[in-house]
């Protein structure tokens, strides 16, 4: 008896712990007076795995869709006088990517199935968006954001309803995220979306798609 427990011990492993790790220059401002310091604060005892695997694996696939179309709009514009406006955009989208999937490995959460489909899609639309101008470009950005940043919204009174304290960490990614897709939000506005060719049935085609696509990717 003493042997199989032994031997389960060795096959388990020691109890699941929180890895202690030095913090990236992401989350030392997030954590801000505990700077670089090892820490190991989440996740907490007792987090609800469905919820936290659902916000993980469509967060993750909504950054990668952002990704994907802003690289389809730089194919199109990078040399003109929207390219540096799109290409700080998506330096940041790249950000909230790297982190999600920093999350998705530390939590074991499965990616959506969908990921080859929004790898196409994304593209095509940041570049079909791009082709038709600026203006375009910068409406289709408006109608992203503009869902992300409410889904976002969504999100965090999900997890203060849950709970505040133990999803804190993961509060606090999601709403500096959110507040940098606001700005990409209002960034596409001074940059005249309003005055793209059929700008409001554009904006409702695409917050559409990004909903079901929201949907879809939440439970596949």
Same mark, same amino acid.
């Given at each position: ?15 699941? !712990?929180?890895?202690?790790?030095? &913090?990236? /220059? $992401? ?5 801000? +007076? %505990? @700077? ?71 939590? !074991?959460?499965?990616?959506?199935? &969908?990921? /080859? $489909? ?5 593209? +095509? %639309? @940041? ?88 949907? %879809?990717?939440?439970?596949?």
């Amino acid at each position: 008896m003493l042997l199989l427990s032994v031997r389960l011990f060795l096959v388990r492993g020691r109890p699941n !712990r929180a890895p202690v790790r030095e &913090l990236r /220059p $992401f989350e030392a401002g997030l954590y801000g +007076a %505990l @700077g670089s310091r090892l820490v190991s604060l989440w996740p907490a005892v007792g987090v609800n795995k469905a919820v936290l695997d659902r916000i993980i694996r469509v967060d993750h696939a909504g950054e990668y869709g952002a990704n994907r179309i802003y690289a389809g709009q730089m194919a199109i514009l990078s040399r003109t006088a929207a390219g540096p406006v799109i290409q700080h955009m998506w330096n940041q989208e790249k950000a909230h990517l790297e982190k999600f999937e920093e999350l998705m490995v530390e939590h !074991r959460v499965r990616p959506t199935i &969908l990921m /080859p $489909f929004w790898y196409l899609s994304g593209f +095509a %639309l @940041g570049a079909g968006t791009a082709l038709l101008g600026k203006q375009a470009a910068m409406a289709c950005t408006v109608a992203i954001e503009e869902s992300i940043a409410e889904h976002y919204n969504g999100q965090i009174r999900t997890l203060m309803e849950e709970d505040p304290e133990k999803y804190q960490y993961l509060l606090q990614v999601i709403k500096k995220f959110r507040d940098e897709e606001l700005e990409h939000h209002d960034t596409g506005l001074e940059h005249n979306a309003e005055l793209a060719p059929a700008y409001s049935v554009l904006k409702n085609i695409i917050q559409i798609g990004c909903k079901a696509a929201i949907f %879809l990717s939440e439970r596949l």
